[in-house]
């Protein structure tokens, strides 16, 4: 649990406030790249230089603008978009493919992350091609055609992105030049900030505040009621499993050792004969404790591969970031190796008592129990 | 009552009359409300757990009734439990063991489980048990009861051979014609008290 709260809930973005620009013009520098990178508690630092990329859409289409409505047959609508890896992109481990697949670097594809609609308020159709004009740095638009072939979880810390590319099929499309220029940097309009555990975000988020200050166009989000809730849903479950684990460890030591005063009752006996054959405390003592420890034990073998096969099919599903997680129930290490101190604890209490309640009967009595 | 080192010495009683009783305090089983009971000059009711662990381990019981561990054949019953304290090696032991058990009939018997035994083949098990011990003192509890007379036969050679290694043994019998086939001496017990010791001056066959 506290893994899975530490890869989601770590996640913070820098975008530019207002609306997105769509392009590294007025981005960040790379000497803020650098200092957001030394900053204590930050895991990762992905910049993405990104693009206002258009999608033309064929039809009829009725905008109302200006007090009235207007129809046009063609209709330039922008999307900011980004590559998808890279050193520059969109980093893929925060992309969560709800339908379709990824573009291959040799395809004209494009996924989109949310559900992003057409200006006849349709929604973006899986599969189908599009129309796209690419607009670059020395105002000589690229226009090609693209299939939609997958859609993403929309993405709440960095929401104005909207399409992500395969940059190796971008390169071939651009050219090295233009797409350097154009999602190489060197300033980058959004950034995304991993930080190391859910307990650092806050200070990184101050140390990000101070840095940024000074670039007021940008600022940084971050799941605010996510990392907290999550946090203390994690602590509480957490120490909800231990209390749980804990409980039956003890129930389970209780339980054997119960059994083994049940068995030792029965069989007193045994104990006067070994007695009477001979053998002292100590030698009796030491052959139950080897008995109910190799029982015990190999309970707790049992045990724990039981534990290991349930818990391995017993899950909790948490939506973070539009996407399902599914949490499986991990078994806490040190609570499933005290299963084996535990057998030694109760082998010695009961081979204590066997020889203890055998004596306190007296020999006699323990023999006449054959 | 005394017993002498290397004799063998009959109790002889009806039932209840408390013979179990004695040889279990011999036996130091049990011990005496009141009296004294004395092993090779210890005093066993006052001894401490040294010296009473050391004067058990020379002390060998025969049960009336067998004890005999359920999960474990004839031959382990007899060779595990002994091994453990034995100052022989098992293999001795074992081979030992496998011999005392063809002298009483058992040879077929040996790695039967013994709850699949009869009752007379249960008792010589646990005489032959003690035997392995090798011990200087042998109580034997009625070791005739349950037993055909061939197999009786066979029990009176195996402690007669014990003691004529120089083991003491002492038994309990309610029939007076038992008293005589070992016993060098016979103590009459009646209602609990010591009747009459009467000393045999001759070996009945």
């Known amino acids: 649990m506290s893994e899975y709260a530490n890869n989601v809930s770590t996640w913070i973005s820098i975008a530019p406030t207002g609306p997105p620009t769509g392009t590294s013009s007025n981005g960040l520098s790379p000497s803020i790249i650098q200092e957001i990178q030394s900053i204590k508690g930050v895991n990762a630092v992905y910049p993405i230089a990104s693009n206002t990329t258009y999608i033309t859409f064929h039809g009829n289409f009725t905008i109302f603008a200006f007090g009235q409505n207007t129809t046009y047959h063609e209709f330039n609508m922008g999307f900011t978009s980004a590559v998808l890896g890279n050193k520059s992109g969109f980093p893929p481990s925060l992309f969560t493919l709800v339908s379709g697949r990824l573009p291959r670097p040799d395809e004209a594809a494009f996924v989109i992350m949310g559900d992003f609609k057409s200006p006849d308020g349709n929604p973006l159709q899986l599969n189908k091609t599009y129309s796209i004009v690419m607009p670059q740095p020395q105002k000589d638009n690229v226009s090609f055609v693209a299939r939609l072939v997958g859609i993403g979880a929309q993405n709440l810390l960095i929401g104005s992105l909207a399409i992500l590319w395969n940059p190796q099929f971008l390169i071939q499309t651009l050219g090295k030049q233009r797409f350097g220029q154009t999602f190489g940097g060197p300033d980058f309009n959004y950034v995304v900030v991993k930080a190391a555990t859910v307990e650092s975000v806050e200070p990184v988020v101050t140390a990000l505040n101070s840095i940024l200050k000074n670039n007021a166009p940008y600022e940084p989000t971050w799941d605010q009621a996510g990392v907290l809730s999550f946090e203390s849903f994690v602590n509480a479950g957490d120490s909800l499993y231990q209390i749980v684990g804990i409980a039956s460890i003890l129930a389970a030591g209780a339980t054997t050792i119960f059994i083994g005063y049940l068995m030792s009752n029965r069989r007193s006996w045994e104990v006067g004969l070994l007695y009477t054959q001979g053998w002292d405390w100590k030698g009796i003592r030491a052959y139950y404790f080897l008995y109910f420890g190799l029982l015990a034990l190999m309970s707790s073998g049992i045990g724990v591969v039981l534990s290991l096969l349930f818990s391995s099919r017993i899950t909790q599903t948490f939506n973070v970031y539009g996407r399902t997680l599914i949490v499986p129930a991990s078994p806490n290490e040190l609570l499933v190796l005290s299963a084996f101190p535990i057998s030694i604890f109760v082998a010695y209490t009961v081979s204590q008592f066997v020889v203890s309640s055998t004596k306190h009967i007296g020999l006699d009595r323990a023999l006449r129990d054959y | ?205």
């Open chain 2, 1 to 205: 009552m005394r017993i002498d080192n290397g004799s063998c010495h009959c109790v002889l009683g009806p039932s209840g009359s408390g013979k179990s009783t004695l040889l279990k305090i011999m036996a130091m089983i049990l011990m005496p409300d009141s009296g004294k009971v004395l092993v090779d000059g210890i005093e066993v009711t006052t001894a401490d757990n040294a010296q009473s662990d050391k004067l058990r381990e020379r002390i060998a019981y025969s049960f009336q009734e067998p004890l005999l561990l359920p999960y474990l054949s004839t031959i382990e019953n007899v060779v595990d439990l002994n091994s453990v304290y034995s100052e022989y090696p098992d293999g001795f032991l074992r081979e030992t063991a496998l011999d005392f058990l063809s002298r009483v009939g058992l040879e077929n018997r040996t790695s039967y489980p013994v709850n699949r035994l009869s009752v007379g083949e249960r008792k010589r098990v646990d005489l032959v048990r003690a035997l392995l011990r090798n011990p200087g003192l042998l109580i034997a509890d009625e070791p005739f009861a349950s037993l055909d007379p061939d197999n009786a036969h066979n029990v009176v050679k195996l402690i007669r051979a014990a003691s004529a290694r120089g083991v003491t043994v002492v038994y309990s019998t309610v029939d007076p014609s038992e008293a005589n086939i070992l016993g060098d001496k016979v103590t009459h017990l009646r209602k609990a008290e010591i009747g009459s010791v009467v000393e045999l001056d001759s070996e009945v066959t």
